[in-house]
């Protein structure tokens, strides 16, 4: 398989809709009292099942070096996902948004500082655009912003999200995309589980499993196997920084899908916010080089 960069961040921006569409169907699991830790498990294991299902020729080829690489990402997954899930409950889901997107600060200079790959210009005034956009977003503005407890989690999340695109972009190119997504779903199924069984057996009895049971398969098919599959396979062939850009736009979608299903208004701020990340990940997509030389061409007769 072959893919060129616009194809792979096409695929990128697929999963990102697809994930800021899950936001709602995390809240309806959620709201029928299903704790975060049992969703990451049944997510993982929904995601792991199917990937052996259509892909298991492969993955039975599985290698000592594959498994070390399928389960250094899942665990950088899991890590970002449980440290964000559990810094939610200190803070505010604005700030949580707000500071879960500094991973797109981020991931240039992790590249830098691992694979000594200088960002380019434009990343600079793209990431700060990006910024931008997701204080109006969350609008931090009007409501403010206090660092608390569970702002340094998510700030400590948002490094494991940087961690995790650099290293789909990099490392995890080395082995197969069906193997790394076999692994990434194995190892949220089994981490969740852990996590679940360990701090949340209280909460198993307040569980409504009819209302939760719906959402959960959702999640599993589409938000898991489904759309990070597509971000494994889309990072195999595009570079990190602008891979970052498009994922960011998740939390773009989740505040559209939430407006045209009716959880909140449409505000002016969520359309500049919007706009604004917009006009970033074109700006990153354009060869501003290329451009200025069809616009300039010179004569060389």
């Given at each position: 398989m072959k893919l060129s960069k616009v194809q792979a961040n096409l695929l990128l921006l697929m999963t990102a809709i697809i994930w800021g569409a899950s936001y709602i169907v995390v809240k309806q699991a959620t709201n029928a009292q299903m704790p975060a830790g049992l969703i990451n498990a049944f997510r993982g294991l929904i995601f792991a099942s199917l990937a052996y299902l259509f892909f298991?020729?492969?993955?039975?080829?599985?290698?000592?070096l594959d498994f070390r690489i399928g389960l250094t990402a899942g665990l950088i997954n899991f890590a970002g996902y449980q440290i964000q899930t559990i810094g939610l409950k200190y803070t505010t889901p604005s700030n949580n948004a707000f500071l879960t997107a500094i991973y797109v600060v981020l991931v240039p200079f992790v590249v830098w500082i691992m694979f000594h790959h200088k960002p380019e210009l434009k990343s600079y005034?793209?990431?700060?655009?990006?910024?931008?956009?997701?204080?109006?977003?969350?609008?931090?503005?009007?409501?403010?912003?206090?660092?608390?407890?569970?702002?340094?989690?998510?700030?400590?999340?948002?490094?494991?999200?940087?961690?995790?695109?650099?290293y789909f972009g990099y490392t995890a190119t080395d082995s197969s995309p069906w193997i790394v997504a076999f692994m990434l779903g194995a190892t949220q199924g089994i981490g969740g589980l852990i996590y679940s069984l360990l701090f949340e057996r209280s909460t198993y009895g307040a569980i409504n499993w009819p209302a939760a049971i719906g959402p959960i398969i959702i999640l599993g098919i589409f938000a898991s196997f489904g759309a990070q599959t597509m971000q494994i396979v889309g990072q195999k062939f595009?570079?990190?920084?602008?891979?970052?850009?498009?994922?960011?736009?998740?939390?773009?979608?989740?505040?559209?899908f939430s407006v045209?299903?009716?959880?909140?208004?449409?505000?002016?701020?969520l359309l500049i916010g919007g706009i604004l990340i917009v006009v970033a990940i074109l700006m990153m997509q354009l060869n501003f080089g290329r451009l200025i030389f069809r616009k300039n061409p010179k004569n060389n007769s």
């Open positions: 298991h020729k492969t993955i039975n080829k599985m290698t000592r005034p793209a990431i700060a655009m990006c910024i931008l956009g997701m204080m109006f977003l969350t609008n931090i503005f009007n409501v403010g912003f206090q660092l608390r407890i569970g702002d340094v989690l998510t700030i400590i999340s948002s490094f494991f999200y940087a961690l995790q695109i650099v595009t570079d990190a920084t602008p891979a970052g850009l498009i994922l960011m736009t998740e939390s773009m979608f989740g505040s559209f045209l299903f009716g959880f909140e208004p449409f505000t002016s701020n």
